[in-house]
């Protein structure tokens, strides 16, 4: 490695800082044109705008101490998600933090804040550790993240590291957001056939709980079309190759399988929004539900139709937002023919075919960046070497 300097990150930033949540919580949150980013916006390596919240101009000038700049770093410093990382993307300005997320900004004449955020990334074993020392949930204190140190090269060591991480980092982006175009593409569809019911206009329409509908269709509940099943503890499992998801999404590798086919995962706490559709062998946790098909071909058609739903809204929790089976059995549907239900199975495979390419190869492109980080940042792999 080219010549290096020890720092802590004390020395290498120019700010460190949380924020603060507005008075009285979110039931606060005024809708303004500011966004207060929470610990659940804050995913490794991505920015997620699921449940961003909103504060006025008011509120947000007693958080002007945590006023985000374009590519700050922010590392989530509390609970669950503690040492999560990821940057702050420049739309998203302007924009504070609560207090359970952390601004760091290097210091632009000694380090990039790629790199800051990569050596997180990197050290996330050791910031786990040290975050479990506290007396109740897992926290990082400003002073546990000044005292970071960094093997620090100069700057144009720093530019080559970036370079070769981040063009992984951008390719894996490009397909995420051709992914939400495909489900938009999906939902648009859905919309079309069950909303609009642009297909059938030539056919005799009836009277329903839910407005008109094609003759021959009726109204049911969710429980007519999905068996709702609990998820199941994870901690037993050894590490494999099977997806284990939660309600913010794979939470890691394991060596069980619950179920092998399609199912729709639906949050049982936390981020309720977070519907998702599989179609692989998977674990799903204890505050995920998963789902069995009780009629063929309707798990994409359920899918997008939970997605368009505000879950969130029928939160039956205090504290941490919940969701029951009771609530979702009685979610009232549109049950069509079964014909119908296969002709739409049929005309969105693709799209949802297409997404899990774009999942395959972002998956092998997160282990090949994952490989090469501890390398490139320990110096234990020459750049040179790599290009050749």
């Known amino acids: 490695m080219e010549e290096t300097k020890i720092y802590k990150f004390s020395e290498l930033c120019s700010k460190i800082g949380s924020g603060a949540t507005p008075k009285g919580g979110k039931e606060s949150y005024l809708g303004g044109n500011i966004a207060l980013i929470r610990s659940q916006n804050v995913l490794d390596f991505n920015f997620s705008v699921d449940g961003l919240a909103y504060i006025n101009n008011e509120q947000a000038q007693k958080l002007n101490n945590v006023s985000i700049e374009e590519n700050d770093v922010l590392l989530n410093i509390t609970g669950d998600s503690v040492a999560r990382a990821c940057m702050a993307p420049s739309w998203i300005l302007p924009a504070r933090v609560n207090q359970h997320v952390a601004i760091i900004r290097g210091n632009a004449d000694l380090v990039l804040n790629d790199y800051l ?34 093997l620090l ?52 329409f009836v009277e329903s709980q839910l407005g008109m509908i094609p003759k021959g269709w009726k109204v049911g509940t969710l429980s007519d079309l999905l068996d709702i099943r609990y998820g199941k503890d994870h901690k037993k499992l050894n590490d494999g190759n099977i997806p284990v998801y939660g309600s913010g999404g794979i939470m890691r590798l394991a060596d069980g399988i619950l179920y092998n086919g ?8 936390g981020t309720l929004n977070n519907v998702l559709y599989v179609n692989w062998p998977f674990w799903t946790v204890d505050t995920m539900f998963y789902s069995i098909e009780k009629v063929p071909n309707v798990a994409k058609y359920c899918h997008l139709l939970l997605s368009k739903l505000d879950l969130a809204s029928m939160n039956s929790g205090s504290a941490v937002p919940s969701m029951t089976t009771d609530i979702l059995n009685k979610i009232q549907v549109i049950v069509a023919n079964q014909d119908v239900f296969s002709s739409f199975n049929e005309c969105i495979s693709s ?38």
């Not at 996330?124 to 140190?149: F, P, V």
């Not at 063009?167 to 909303?195: G, H, P």
């Not at 399609?262 to 706490?269: D, Q, T």
């Open 117 to 150: 955020l990569y050596f997180l990334q990197y050290k996330k074993s050791y910031l786990l550790s040290i975050s479990q020392g506290g007396a109740t949930r897992n926290a990082l204190t400003k002073r546990m993240i000044e005292d970071i140190e960094l």
């Open 153 to 204: 090269p100069n700057l144009s060591h720093q530019r080559k590291v970036v370079s070769i991480l981040r063009s992984l980092d951008s390719k894996i982006e490009l397909n995420r957001r051709i992914n939400d175009n495909l489900e938009q593409q999906a939902q648009a569809l859905f919309k079309s056939w069950f909303v609009d019911f642009e297909p059938f206009k030539g056919e005799k």
């Open 262 to 269: 399609e199912s729709v995962l639906i949050p049982r706490k």
């Open 351 to 388: 799209l949802y075919l297409k997404a899990k390419i774009n999942l395959d190869e972002n998956k092998r492109l997160s282990e090949t960046r994952d490989l090469l980080l501890p390398k490139l940042m320990s110096g234990r792999l020459i750049i040179k070497d790599l290009h050749s």
